[in-house]
Every structure is written in C-alpha cells, then in structure tokens.
C-alpha cells in the first residue's frame, strides 16, 4: 500500500502550519503576521524578529520622526505621525512603533498582541484602565482630561511608576475612539 501521503507514487508535502485564514505570511485580514518579517524588511531589527506569532504588524511610512514604544495614528494612505490629541481623529487606527524610524521613511508597527517594546505612557498610569491621547506626542494616559480621545484596544499589564515610561501591554487592533 502507498505511504498516505503519496498520490499516484509522488510523495506531496504535508501542509503548512499557519493560523486558520493565513496564507502568504498575512493574517486573514491582510496584515502581515510577526512569521513574514524578515531581515531584508523595513527596520529588520532585532526588536522585530523577537515578536511572538501572535503578533500582528502593518508597515507604514512616517511624516516624522518616530521612536519605538511611541504610540502612533496611521492615516488612510498609511502615514504615521506620534498620536496626540490633536491629530488622534475618531475612527484612525493606532500602531506602536517597533524601532526608532526616520522621517519619510517606512517601519513596522503593532497592532495586535503582547508589545513588543512596550507603550509610552504618562507617569502613574493604571494597569487595565481606560487609556486616553494626550497633549504629549506618542504619549497616552488614564487620566480622562476632557477634550481628550479614548484609545479603544490598548491595556497596560502594569502599572506605570512615577514618570512617563514604556510600560508593558497587550494590543488588540487599537484605534482612536470618541472625545471625552
């Protein structure tokens, strides 16, 4: 009897191992997934290689200058700009940079999972709070100032200390929500 997994005498190879909807290294949605990034990728770095498969990461082209950690909007045409409560608009979606990233240049940037290299948050932030845009560019917080947006899909795992640091959290397709 021919091996099972033979047809006609020709051995075929036995499937891929990728998440239910994946193909081509990009999850179902179209993003690609933490397996596809590879050295010859935008900021190939370390920081990139090191992310669970889990994780979900978009590219995108900075306006500005952008530094790893900083929370950033990522525009319709996939630029990407520090968030703050100015340029935070109800609906855009929200990425954490993985690598500090030149102006007019392209990155990664998280949109799902345990990040990588954590958020920057203002000092005595709450773990599991509801997390809010700020006047502080790439900075959020949990203080819910008035004229301020809801960032909907980011929680801090800790409680950030006395001053604005990285801080550890897991995302989940964050986007920009209503005014407070």
């Keep these: 009897m021919p091996d099972s997994r033979s047809i006609l005498g020709r051995k075929r ?10 193909r081509n290294g990009r999850a179902a949605g179209g993003q690609r997934t933490a397996s596809a990034v590879s050295p010859s990728s935008p900021s190939g770095s370390s920081a990139n290689k090191a992310i669970a498969s889990a994780s979900s990461l978009v590219g995108a082209q900075t306006n500005t200058a952008v530094t790893a ?9 996939w630029g990407a700009d520090h968030i703050t409560t100015t340029n935070g608009l109800r609906g855009l979606l929200v990425g954490v940079a993985q690598v500090d990233i030149a ?4 990155g990664w940037f998280q949109r799902s999972g345990k990040a990588s290299v954590g958020v920057r948050v203002l000092a005595s932030a709450a773990a599991d709070a509801r997390l809010n845009t700020t006047a502080t560019a790439g900075a959020l917080d949990d203080d819910g100032t008035a004229t301020t947006k809801e ?8 409680a950030n200390g006395g001053s604005t640091a990285l801080t550890a959290a897991m995302l989940n397709f964050p986007a920009v929500g209503v005014t407070l």
């Design 103 to 106: 102006a007019l240049s392209y």
């Design 151 to 158: 960032i909907l899909g980011i929680a801090l795992t800790t």
């Design 13 to 22: 190879k036995p499937p891929r191992a990728t998440a239910p909807g994946a």
């Design 69 to 77: 950690g900083y929370a950033c909007v990522l525009d319709t045409s």
